[in-house]
């Protein structure tokens, strides 16, 4: 069995999935490595993660003194690994992610498989009951549609639906919760994008992925249960900000030069008069 898949982890107030996860992780076919970067947890998260290095060399761990964000500790993650890792694919899992013993690996044959082109690919995201994650296959953020929309939600223009014809789905964009590409891939890109602090830099990988020719997409053969949300459920108003930061930024980055100026000033109000909704909105769901 080849064994060539970096597991990158990045963890915040982890502590009610970390175990799961490393466990399922360290018996996982193909990895290699598992670095896990902690961005400040105080919750018992870090005493877990050094049980797990303590009895398996190949869980090393970053202990960030505050938190830089998810893009940043991904890529501090990526950094660590020396050559000697013998790593030629990068698995970025979520804490919250739990994967089966053969996901990583199927992850890895089907892009091996993508006809020569470089490959950035997500799984078939479901939750505890088993019902499929619309996270799991998205499109650009469209903000056309937002703009028409006013209120709605944003998540709810950015689903694809879902084709089980085919067990690799080319879309968009995936979900960063489980993502898994070449490590040349990742590395010709520039990595995750650090000005991006949660939410949205998922979005932009994918983005630049496919402007680089290689293909983005869902392997809906390979089933993993992501108890979405795990992490942030405390800080509703922190992750509300970012999420909306992040879209902004993503417009900034990828859309403002090609809009006029009512456009780009139609967007940053309509982004930032959905933030105290959205802040409700997680307020009334803890």
């Not at 961005?39 to 869980?59: K, L, Y």
Request: proline share 3%.
């Amino acid at each position: 069995m080849t064994h060539d898949i970096a597991a990158i982890v990045v963890s915040y107030s982890s502590a009610e999935t970390i175990d799961e996860c490393l466990l399922r992780l360290r018996a996982a076919h193909g990895v290699c490595a598992i670095r896990v970067v902690d961005n400040g947890s105080d919750d018992g998260t870090m005493e877990i993660v050094q049980r797990h290095a303590t009895h398996d060399p190949r869980v090393r761990f970053i202990a960030n003194p505050d938190n830089p964000g998810f893009a940043a500790a991904c890529n501090q993650g990526a950094a660590d690994l020396a050559d000697a890792d013998r790593a030629c694919w990068l698995a970025f899992v979520n804490p919250d992610c739990l994967v089966e013993i053969d996901s990583l690996a199927r992850l890895r044959a089907h892009a091996t498989e993508a006809g020569g082109r470089e490959a950035l690919l997500g799984a078939d995201l479901v939750d505890e009951a088993g019902d499929r994650d619309t996270a799991a296959r998205r499109r650009d953020p469209d903000f056309g549609s937002m703009l028409a929309g006013l209120l709605r939600p944003a998540a709810t223009q950015l689903g694809v639906a879902i084709d089980d014809a085919n067990a690799l789905q080319p879309v968009e964009a995936v979900s960063g919760a489980l993502m898994l590409a070449s490590r040349a891939l990742f590395e010709a890109i520039g990595g995750f994008d650090t000005g991006y602090r949660l939410h949205a830099e998922d979005l932009d990988l994918c983005r630049r992925a496919r402007e680089a020719g290689a293909l983005v997409a869902v392997a809906n053969d390979v089933r993993v249960v992501h108890l979405r949300g795990v992490s942030s459920r405390s800080r509703p108003l922190f992750v509300e900000w970012h999420k909306h930061r992040g879209l902004w930024r993503y417009f900034r980055k990828f859309e403002a030069g090609r809009r006029g100026v009512p456009v780009c000033a139609g967007v940053f109000t309509v982004i930032w008069l959905r933030f105290p909704l959205a802040v409700l909105r997680a307020w009334l769901r803890r």
